[in-house]
């Protein structure tokens, strides 16, 4: 057996390199819908932390509060990277009606909305919930289920400001850990020092049997 299916066998596939390699957050929320000029300040925000902290963002590359971080990323030099629904560019735009400015790649997966929610999900190390309608709250149920690190920004309404009030009706134990704050700034902040210093150490629930 190698040392890595040893190390996953033994619950500690991640290692040190996942305690001190660049992060990778994920912004979901609201794509769609009025949003309040305030809610999508914040959302920039988040993306500019993300960035200055020197993390990769990850949005599925759509409009509205994830396109507001994907900016203020962009702004402050950050890598950004979109999980497209889409086959192509062209698809993207045209039928998707989605954007193309800030990011540093689009990928292009042509599995459709609610495909692209699971390699989002995936491709994260940390899952920060943004607002957000019935997708994002598709998002946060993969998230939580799969064991992820999840960062809720609070006052920003739709799905974010239920998630707490989902976390305690909920028995089911995955090993999810989720984390809430009004500032974009101390949100991503706390999420980082807790995924180095805990959250790393935990196997992944799909991997490791009987991890949860």
Known sequence: MSHAAEDLQAGHFEGSRAATRPLVIGVMGSASGDIEPAIAVLARSLGRAIARSGCTLITGACPGLPQ?????????GGLVLGISPALSE?????RYQSPTDGFSALIYTGSGLMGREVVNIRSSDI???VGGHS????EFA???DEGRLIGVL???????DMVETLVERMTKSTGARVLYDVEPECLVA?????FRTEHYQR??????????
């Open 90 to 94: 062209q698809e993207h735009v045209m």
């Open 203 to 212: 196997p992944h629930s799909l991997l490791v049997p009987n991890a949860r």
């Open 154 to 160: 609070l006052e920003t309404g739709g799905v974010a």
């Open 142 to 144: 993969i998230a939580y």
């Open 135 to 138: 997708g994002t709250l598709g």
């Open 190 to 194: 706390r999420l980082i020092e807790c």
């Open 127 to 129: 899952v920060v919930i």
């Open 68 to 76: 507001e971080a994907v900016l203020g990323a962009a702004e402050s």
